[in-house]
């Protein structure tokens, strides 16, 4: 288990936990990383994966439609009211990079982190501030072992996640949440968080695989393994939180100095990012301060 001292808390408009007892405020927690639909709603906040469109409106109106924090787009989804923060520099930004080792792919369906790690991107600098293995309270396959490495003897004594979840949360707070394919990574934790303190995290995310395919589009795979080669970055032990989660910060490093080279000054023109077929573009809004929310997610 690694866990280093968190930095001390700016405000940067960053990641934060919030009480998961309300569902308007779970929808808020979903509308914090971009515009949604009725029916995204309904399924993201109920559950209610098959809603007909009218029932998905009327739950979206019920659960938002009051809220002066939230208005609608001219394409009807959901959107929070324009946000007076300026959005901050790149190099203001403090990235939190997480990798998860699962027992399997759903959490929703019962499987749980095994291991968990935190690297930080702060300016130039790429440290590891928090790492530590899971036990999940459930078996892990043989599959997940091979890959990985961890067995059922290797969490036996480790921490239930409940019980390192406030280090943790500690170590995110204020940051920009990353990871490469960060729905994956930000479920998880949200199910766990969820289960351990009924917490939900909000704020800003930056998917590395999303990312990848706008800034270098020439490459055929965007995997973590592809893009470690192309920047010459060497991981440790692959499909280990802690090596996996520095690998994909120093990958992150160098895509936002692609994006940097490229016109990105602050977090929001990161977000704007679009490829055209002349390559990469940003936006003209993106360079404006009044942004809703500068760090909604790229995913």
Known sequence: MHDAAPAARRRLNGLAAVSSSSLSGRALAYLEAGPASSLVLAREVL??????????????????????????????????????????ALDAC????????????????????????????????????????????????????????IDAAAVRDAPCFAAVADRLL?????TVFVAHNVRFDWTFLLVELERARSLLLQGPRVCTLRLARRLVPALESRSL???????????????????????TARILQRLVGIAKERGAVTLADLMQLRISDCGLRIRPAAFQSAIRNPQSAIE
């Open 225 to 247: 393994d592809t893009l470690a080669r192309f920047f010459g970055i060497e991981i440790e032990r692959r499909h280990r939180a802690g090596p996996d989660a520095a690998a």
């Open 47 to 88: 559950g209610l994966a098959r809603a007909p469109r009218a029932i998905a409106e009327r739950v979206a109106t019920t659960l938002v439609g009051a809220d002066p924090r939230v208005s609608r787009l001219p394409d009807g989804r959901w959107t929070l009211a324009a946000a007076a923060a300026t959005s901050p």
């Open 170 to 174: 500690d170590h995110l707070a204020g």
């Open 94 to 149: 403090r990235f939190a990079v997480v990798d998860v080792e699962t027992t399997g792919t759903s959490p929703r369906r019962g499987d749980r982190i095994i291991e968990i790690a935190v690297a930080v991107l702060e300016g130039d600098r790429v440290t590891t501030a928090f790492q530590s293995l899971v036990n999940p309270g459930v078996p892990i396959g043989a599959f997940v072992s091979r890959l990985t490495g």
